[in-house]
């Protein structure tokens, strides 16, 4: 299997993130998650490492708001310019907002700090100096599978770090800056009809923004119940889409505690649904934050539990592209990749 990867990821690295209630911790989408599935890969005899190709930005900006793009691009100069110790003062070592726009204000303001707070949706997607790079590279990987599959491979896996479903049109958020997946989606939907599958913990937000009301890709999020987790605002099962896609976005909210044989009943259903659209193409979006022990989910999957939802989603048989997403427990992680991806080979 082709496995797209790029370095890149390894210069976006920062150090921290804000949990709720104001906590300051160690960021936990570091680079050595992207590491370990790499090296777990490498001791496969079918994994396929490869650099991706440059794009260039027209896919990107067809998913992303230009204005939000060109924010990303120039965050980091521009704050390097704010004050000599931004870069290096441990309050200056990434750039994160504490203010946000609410939903009425829709001026957008000139100043960075500004800027970031209206296209930020939350304290947990600080950008640095290999930020947008690296999210450039992540969208590359996602894009360059893509491609291979749509030239005929039956499945690729993009490698992608910073993952991506938290990102939508306009914001970054949840570790996420350029939603990786639906650009991949996206790219594909010129070539046929599309399915974007998001198993990771938390609800796609930024994937189910971005298509809302489209009729062409269908997606579906199975994820935890954002009544009680994060994204909070995103992922309730009554979201079906709207306009010309109204019905073509499915959320499937679980309970705290979801074990494997309730997890695999509701995979069934969002199976059904995509037998039922009949895509060419299937986009998933691939996060291990369901394993049983992920230390930011409670959703109790286990290693075996990876196993078979890689094996269920398989068996729909269509041009697959795995899209690397969310996963914590970094001795697991590259363990569960393999199992997920083994039986795409
Ligand atoms: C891509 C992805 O999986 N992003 C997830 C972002 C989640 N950010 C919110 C984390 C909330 C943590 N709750 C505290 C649990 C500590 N045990
Ligand atoms: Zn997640």
New binding site residues.
């Given amino acids: 299997m082709k496995i797209f990867y790029s370095t890149a990821h390894l210069r976006h690295a920062p150090t921290f993130e804000v949990?709720?209630g104001g906590v300051r911790v160690p960021i936990f989408?570091v680079p050595e998650r992207a590491t370990r599935i790499l090296a777990a890969l490498q001791q496969t005899d079918w994994a396929e490492i490869l650099p991706p190709d440059d794009f260039g930005l027209d896919p990107i900006l067809a998913v992303h708001d230009r204005g939000y793009v060109e924010f990303l691009a120039s965050a980091w100069t521009e704050w390097l310019a704010t004050d000599p110790e931004a870069g290096t003062a441990a309050d200056k070592s990434a750039l994160l907002p504490a203010t946000f726009a609410l939903r009425n204000q829709a001026r957008r303001p000139a100043s960075l700090l500004g800027r970031a707070g209206y296209y930020m949706m939350?304290l947990?997607a600080p950008i640095v100096e290999g930020t947008y790079a690296a999210a450039l590279a992540s969208a590359n990987c996602a894009l360059s599978a893509a491609q291979a599959v749509e030239a005929g491979e039956r499945a690729a896996f993009a490698l992608c770090r910073p993952?991506g479903?938290?990102a939508g049109v306009s914001n970054c958020g949840?570790?996420?800056y350029f939603n990786n997946a639906a650009i991949a989606a996206n790219w594909l939907s010129s070539k046929g009809k599309v399915a974007l599958l998001d198993i990771?913990?938390?609800a796609g937000n930024g994937t189910q923004d971005i298509f809302y009301e489209r009729a062409d890709v269908l997606t579906i999020s199975i994820h935890a119940d954002p009544a009680f987790e994060?994204p909070h605002f995103s992922g309730y099962a009554d979201q079906h889409g709207a306009g010309a896609g109204l019905g073509f976005h499915h959320n499937f909210p679980l309970p705290s505690g979801t074990d494997d044989t309730a997890y695999l009943e509701t995979l069934n259903h969002a199976l059904d649904l995509i037998r039922e659209f009949a895509p060419s193409y299937l986009v998933i979006s691939a996060?291990m934050?369901i394993y049983t022990n992920d230390?930011?989910g409670k959703i109790k999957v286990s290693h075996e539990g990876i196993a078979e939802i890689g094996r269920r989603i398989a068996k729909l048989n269509l041009p697959s592209v795995v899209v690397m997403?969310?996963?914590?427990n970094n001795e697991a992680l590259g363990g569960n990749v393999v199992a997920f991806l083994v039986t795409f080979t």
């Fill in positions: 949990f709720d989408e939350d947990s993952p479903h938290h949840g570790y996420c990771d913990y938390h994060y996060g934050d230390p930011l997403e969310g996963g914590y």
